[in-house]
């Protein structure tokens, strides 16, 4: 099946740092990633759709100049969280679209982020 | 907006079979799916269903009623490694896009 990754896998940073974490499709392209955040004993939320080449769409209450998203390639995006604060401590988790032979998503083993 | 409902947790048999079951209320359904999640890692795909009726594979099975917005997961021969939240995932348009909305998930507790 199809894979994707996501790198790092966790990171531990300080109050008001920035914070990149890469999400690639290892042996596919996607035209279109997801990434969603998820508290613990929560469901998964999706923040953002990634598009690539063209703006993310942000869901209702993601700020969009807090999560920075950039999906530059049809393998890569990138979820920059700017000025972390700790209640953004969180598992976040993108996946890809695919659409043949049946449309699903294949998910990244998260990135668990903890701001002191 | 989505609702999607499944029951919070649930405890079985290994050996057993279970059936969780899962009701949803959206506009553009576009499909439904159902992911595995151990604790601490990410969903991984089980089944997707956009047609009413079963899907089979292995031990999992994966039934869809469109019409009364309602689907469920069976587990058949439960395996101690199947103890995961199970999540119920409805694919709807919006935006020009399709988006999924997750359930709150199953937590199903397989015991000896």
């Known amino acids: 099946g199809a894979v994707v990754s996501q790198h790092p896998s966790r990171v531990i940073c300080k109050s008001g740092t920035s914070v990149k974490i890469e999400c690639r499709s290892l042996?596919?392209?996607?035209?279109?990633m997801f990434w969603y955040r998820q508290f613990p004993k929560k469901s998964l939320m999706l923040m953002a759709t990634s598009n690539e080449g063209s703006k993310a769409t942000y869901e209702q209450g993601v700020e969009k100049d807090k999560f920075l998203i950039n999906h530059a390639s049809l393998t890569l995006s990138t979820l920059t969280v700017t000025s972390a604060h700790p209640e953004d401590s969180s598992f976040y988790i993108c996946s890809a679209r695919v659409r043949a032979p049946r449309e699903t998503q294949y998910f990244g083993p998260g990135t668990r982020l903890l701001v002191l | 907006g989505q609702n999607i409902d499944q029951p919070t947790e649930m405890t079985a048999t290994e050996g057993a079979i279970v059936q969780i079951n899962c009701t949803y209320q959206t506009s553009g359904f576009n499909g439904l799916f159902w992911y595995q999640q151990h604790a601490g890692e990410a969903p991984t795909f089980l089944s997707y269903?956009?047609?009413?009726g079963l899907e089979e594979k292995g031990r999992f099975s994966s039934f869809l009623s469109r019409s009364k917005g309602y689907s469920y997961l069976l587990l058949k021969e439960l395996q101690m490694k199947d103890s995961a939240s199970y999540l119920c995932a409805v694919r709807h348009s919006g935006a020009g896009s399709y988006q999924l909305t997750f359930g709150k998930g199953t937590k199903l507790s397989v015991i000896p």
């Open positions: 042996d596919f392209q996607a035209t279109t």
């Open positions: 269903n956009v047609l009413d």
